[in-house]
C-alpha cells in the first residue's frame, strides 16, 4: 500500500459545478498536509496548506482534515476553466521542512 | 523576483551516457530537492540539501544517481549510465529556513529527460 493514494481521474465538470478532491494515506505521523496545483509543462505551486486536523478556507477553495480516518479534501466552489490543471495533494511530518510524500495527482477539466 | 530556474528544459540521451540536470534556486533560501514525476506517477522525493548538513540521500533510486550542491546555492543532479525506466521530469525545489508551521517548497519548471 502506497503512504498516499489519490484517484488520478480525469475528472470532468462543467463551470460554476463544486469540484471535491481527495487523499486517503497510511502514515499517522503525518501532520501537515498540502495541495498543490500544476499546470501542463509546470511546476507544481502551493495552493493550500492545513496543520492537523480541521478545515481551512481560502477564498474558492476549501481544504480539509480528518486525520481519524486519513482522509484530506479539496473542494472547489464555482470552478472555472482557469482551475484545469493537475491536483496534487503532499504529506509531512515536519511542516514541509523535509521531503514531502505526494499524491499521483488527479487531473481536472472545468469545462466552459 | 526570480523563482527556481532549472536547465536544461528538455534532454534526450542515448541509454548508457550520463546526464547533469542543473537548478538554481530562489536566492537565500536554505533547503534545495529534488524530485522525480514519472508518467502517471505522483512525484517521488530523491534528494534534500538542508544548509551545511549532510544531505538526505534517502529517495535516490540507485547508485547510479548522485547530487551535489556547490556554496549552498546551486545544484546538479547527475545520473551516470541512463536507462530508459529514468524518463521522467526532474523538478527542483526550494525553500526557507523554518520561521512558521510550514515552509512552502517553490517548484521549478522541471527538466524533460528522456532516454532513448
Known amino acids: 500500500q502506497k503512504e498516499v493514494e489519490q484517484d488520478p481521474g480525469p475528472l470532468s465538470v462543467p463551470e460554476g459545478a463544486i469540484v471535491s478532491l481527495n487523499c486517503t494515506y497510511s502514515n499517522s505521523a503525518f501532520q501537515y498536509f498540502m495541495w498543490y496545483r500544476q499546470y501542463s509543462r509546470k511546476g507544481p505551486e502551493l495552493l493550500m496548506y492545513t496543520y492537523s486536523s480541521g478545515n481551512k478556507e481560502d477564498g474558492r477553495f476549501t481544504a480539509q482534515v480528518d486525520k481519524s480516518s486519513k482522509y484530506i479534501s479539496l473542494f472547489i466552489r464555482d470552478s472555472q476553466p482557469s482551475d484545469s490543471a493537475t491536483y496534487l495533494c503532499?504529506?509531512?511530518?515536519?511542516?514541509?521542512?523535509?521531503?514531502?510524500?505526494f499524491g499521483k495527482g488527479t487531473k481536472l477539466t472545468v469545462n466552459p | 523576483g526570480a523563482g527556481v530556474s532549472q536547465s536544461p528544459s528538455n534532454k534526450v540521451t542515448e541509454k548508457g551516457k550520463d546526464v547533469e540536470l542543473r537548478c538554481d534556486p530562489i536566492s537565500g533560501h536554505t533547503a534545495l530537492y529534488w524530485y522525480r514525476q514519472s508518467l502517471g506517477q505522483g512525484l517521488e522525493f530523491l534528494i534534500y540539501f538542508q544548509g551545511n548538513s549532510a544531505p538526505d540521500k534517502s529517495g535516490l533510486p540507485s547508485d547510479r544517481f548522485s547530487a551535489e550542491r556547490t556554496g549552498g546555492s546551486v545544484s546538479t543532479l547527475t545520473i551516470q549510465r541512463t536507462q530508459q525506466e529514468d524518463s521522467a521530469v526532474y523538478l527542483c525545489a526550494s525553500s526557507r529556513h523554518r520561521a512558521g508551521p510550514v515552509y512552502e517548497q517553490y517548484f521549478g519548471p522541471g527538466t524533460r529527460l528522456t532516454v532513448t
Open positions: 503532499a504529506m509531512s511530518s515536519q511542516g514541509g521542512s523535509e521531503k514531502l510524500v
